[in-house]
Structures are given as C-alpha cells and as structure tokens.
C-alpha cells in the first residue's frame, strides 16, 4: 500500500512537470490550426521526455549528482559555463511565461486584468518557494494539474465525429494553412514537450529527495506513467480545439480561447475547472522553471543548494532565485502579452534543446560514472535518433520563425 | 593513490565530511617535494581560480562579478591541502567540516545582506 501510494505520488509530478503554458498555447494552435495533424509530434516529444528523463533520474540515482553538476566535468569549465549561461536566460524565459500564464488563469476566474495578477503571482511563486516542503508542493500542483482532465472529458460530452478525429490524425494535412505554418507549429509543440527544465528538475529532484540504486525501478515507473499521462492531457488539448475552434476557423491568442471547448460543454462550472487547471499547471511549472534556473546555477559553481537546508545556509541559491522570479516579473510588467512571450520562448527553447539533451546522452554512457548501468544499445540507439530530430528542431527553429513571421 | 587530474579532480563538487557542498574543484596547485619530485598539493576552489581557468572576456567577468562583494582583492581561492582529500568517486570527500575552512566571501556577503533579512531564513523547509 505504501509503495502504490509513493508510485502514485511519483507520477503526480511527472503529470505536475509536463503541462505547463508551453503546452496550452501550443497544443491549442496546433488544434485550433491544423485539428489532430500534429498528434505524432506530440507522441514524438512523450517518447523523447520519456527516455532522456530516465537517463537523468538513473543518473541521479546511481551516481547522488544530478546531471548538470557532472556536465561541467564532461564539457569542460568553459564550455560549461556558456552552456548554462544559454540554459538559464532559455529558463528565466521560461519562468516569466509561467508567470505569465498564472495571472492569466487569475483573470480567467476573477476578470481583473491580468498585470494587476503578475506581481502578485510573482510574490506568491516566491513566497511558496521560500517556505513550503518540496514533496507537498509537487504533489499539491500535480494533483491539482490533473483537473485539466475535464478536456478529454468534454471530448466525450461534445458532439465529436471521433471517425474524423482519427483520420486527421493519421493523415496530417495543413488545413490550408501552408506547410511553412505547419511545420512552425510543430516545432514549438516539440519544444513544449521535452522543455529543458523539465529535466533539469527531474533529476535535481531525485537528489534532493535522496534516491539511490534501490529507487530506480520507481523513478523510472513514474517517469514512464507520468510523462504520457501528461501527453495524453496535452493531447486532449488538442482535440478539443480541433472539434470545437478548427471547424470555426478560431486561432487561439489567449487561454479563454483555449478554455472555450470546456465552456461550451459545460458552462460556467466548466471555466471555473478550466481556470483552475491553468492555474495549477502554470503555478506549478513556475515554481519548477525558477527552482531549475537555481539548482543550474548552483550546481555548475558547486554551491550549496535545495530545499533540505535553511536558506541562510544556501545563500547563493536562494538569491539566484529571488533574482529569477524578479527577473520574470519584469519581464511581464514590460506589457509583453504573454502569449506572445511563450511563442517565442518555444522558439527559443527550440534553438537551446542539445545544450541540455546532448550532455545527458553523453554522461549516461559513461562508464566511471554509473558503471555497468550505463545505457544499453537499443537505448542508445533511441536516445541518437531523438537527438538527431532534437538537433534538426534546434536548426530550423530560426529559419521557420522568421520565414513564417511566427507561424502567420 | 594514482589519480588522473584532469578526468577525476577538476571541475567536481567538493562535499565535506557531513555532506554539505563546499564548491567545486577549480584549479589544482603543484609543488616540488624536497626530492624534487611534484606532488599535488592542494585544491583550489573559488571564482577566481574558476575566472582564469575558464579565460577570456567571459572568465574576467566572471571574476569582476564576485570581486563586487569582497573588499580584499585580488580574490584569494579557498586553499584545500590534498592531505583532507578523504575519497574521490563521483564528487570529492572531505575529511573536515565545511565549517573549519574559510567560507565563500561571496556567500556571506549574500548571507548577512540579502537573505538572514528575510524572515525564516534560518529554517529549512525539507
């Protein structure tokens, strides 16, 4: 009973750290755009979060050092350090979307404009980081996250021709939309997908909650339940904006958009789900973005970090996070809209993918290190291919961007 | 003991004997024994030894930044004798408590200006 409870809690926040508002506005103009033709997109990017989050939560089972603490043994000093200079600015980004996205499921539920929310969103992101015990906070937003359940739920209550669904799914086409846009899309919903924070966080947190040998089997259940499980809320995203916003010719350019399919089929109740969905989902990636920001941080200058000792004895951390979540409110407060912000924050997390993906590889084969649990050959074989699709989504993610001018 | 210096020492996290993060690894120092053999002789760990290691406009950034908080410059790296090396596996153990050797002056600046100034700073929140 205790062990289903634990593996329970374990997918709770895998579910927790894959949807985030990368995920809702990209799924949402992936649906609303092009219906289900960006579905193998998406199960690509579960696959990829899959195998390379299980590298790093091995990694920091066996060894006690998460990931970015042995990157800079492996690139060296320099190369290190411009590295982490690349994936913190990328994460900083990052974390202002979130920030971003809970003022805008605050204005979702209450009306008040949404840059009245940022500060306050900000204070509170903070406030929860500086006080509250990790494993609560992952699963009070996991769980909460799972609300995001009512999409597939409205799939069932809407009229949804499921014959067509499944066509457009296996035979993408681009809605007459260009294959430029097309492809846009699904390199902004790849990022979404495999965000670096995600597994900056992943193993950061199995050595902070002190994983060893014994745990391996369990990371690696929760990371093979979790991770599709948030797949398949992000794929319901998906499908309702393909049955409710694609047939009317709606593209999606805020959240109440993304939430609408979830009105339609239940009302008012229906918002209020959605809303708090939105929230839990952006609350808790903000508080997964800024910690990430910090442990990449601390753990290329070897300083003391996490949650397990007082601030004070972690000083460097703790103001690395301050400055972060200070840094994503004023990245808000310059009126950027937000959606706009996490458009081109896929973009960007697109271009810096191998910074992140190619050391994991690379540490996971390495002998001194985990010994005989390195990789095996058809692991390493996947992990090759996802980095070559990885790498080719990190080239073309400028030239799409600007050929299409955003995806227009 | 055999050790190869730059695969197994530099650039890894140095833990003490309780297991607190004490920095990293970066740079080491060499000396000549009296039969004029060298030997390693201690760790080098701090933003000055990182800045000269990683070179360039990025390293004397790197230096110009952490020199902001101290008030003695050149920054001085924490000396650690090799002799307080207990074992080197994926990190390097210290014999000695992180509290008998000289704290980071950045982390103290940071310590006693920012962060003891927020109220529960002195309680980990697990």
């Known amino acids: 009973m205790r062990k289903l409870l634990a593996a329970t809690l374990g997918i709770l926040s895998a579910v927790g750290g894959f949807v985030d508002i990368g995920d809702l506005v990209a799924a949402g103009q992936a649906g609303a755009r092009f219906g289900m033709a960006h579905t193998w997109v998406l199960l690509l990017g579960v696959v990829a979060i899959c195998a390379y989050a299980e590298m790093a939560g091995r990694i920091a089972a066996v060894t006690g050092r998460a990931v970015f603490d042995l990157v800079r043994e492996r690139l060296g000093a320099r190369m290190a350090l411009i590295n982490l200079v690349a994936s913190y600015l990328v994460t900083v980004i990052t974390l202002a979307a979130e920030l971003g996205g809970v003022a805008l499921a605050l204005r979702l539920a209450t009306g008040v404009p949404y840059l009245l929310w940022v500060p306050v969103a900000g204070i509170a992101v903070w406030l929860v980081l500086w006080r509250m015990r990790f494993p609560v906070m992952e699963r009070v937003f996991g769980l909460a996250g799972l609300t995001l359940v009512v999409f597939a739920i409205a799939l069932f209550w809407l009229p949804t021709d499921w014959a067509a669904l499944g066509r457009s799914a296996v035979a993408p086409d681009d809605s007459g939309q260009g294959w430029g846009a097309y492809w846009f899309v699904a390199v902004a919903l790849f990022a979404s997908t495999v965000s670096p924070y995600e597994v900056f966080f992943f193993s950061s947190g199995g050595v902070e909650e002190r994983w060893s040998a014994d745990d391996l089997a369990d990371a690696r259940f929760s990371v093979l339940v979790g991770f599709p499980i948030g797949g398949f809320l992000a794929l319901s995203l998906i499908a309702t904006a393909a049955v409710v916003l694609h047939p009317a010719g709606l593209s999606v350019d805020s959240l109440d958009q993304v939430a609408h399919p979830v009105v339609l089929a239940f009302g008012a109740a229906g918002l209020a789900v959605a809303a708090l969905a939105f929230f839990a989902v952006t609350f808790g990636a903000a508080l997964e973005t800024g910690l990430s920001a910090a442990y990449a941080a601390a753990q290329y200058f070897g300083w003391q970090w996490g949650k397990r000792v007082s601030p004070r004895e972690a000083a460097r951390f703790h103001t690395v996070l301050l400055v972060s979540v200070l840094l994503g409110v004023l990245m808000l407060l310059t009126t950027v809209d937000p959606v706009t912000l996490t458009e081109y924050m896929l973009i960007i997390s697109a271009v810096a993918l191998p910074l992140t993906y190619l050391p994991i590889l690379v540490v996971a084969n390495d002998r001194t290190y985990l010994g005989d649990r390195v990789n095996g050959r058809a692991l390493n074989l996947l992990g090759a291919v996802l980095l070559l699709i990885i790498l080719a989504a990190s080239i073309v993610a400028v030239p799409l961007a600007i050929g299409t001018r955003m995806g227009q | ?126």
């Open chain 2, 1 to 126: 003991m055999r050790i190869q210096v730059s695969q197994e020492l530099l650039d890894r996290q140095l833990v003490d004997r309780d297991g607190r993060l004490v920095g990293k690894v970066d740079d080491v120092e060499f000396a000549f024994g009296a039969d004029g053999v060298p030997y390693l002789r201690s760790l080098l760990s701090g933003p000055g030894a990182l800045g000269q290691r990683v070179g360039g406009r990025l390293g004397r950034m790197l230096v110009l930044t952490a020199e902001r908080f101290v008030t003695d410059r050149p920054l001085a790296p924490l000396r650690i004798p090799y002799a307080l090396v207990e074992r080197v596996d994926s990190a390097v153990w210290l014999r000695v408590s992180a509290d008998e050797l000289p704290a980071s002056p950045v982390e103290q600046w940071l310590r006693r200006n920012l962060i003891d100034r927020i109220p529960g700073a002195g309680r980990a929140s697990g």
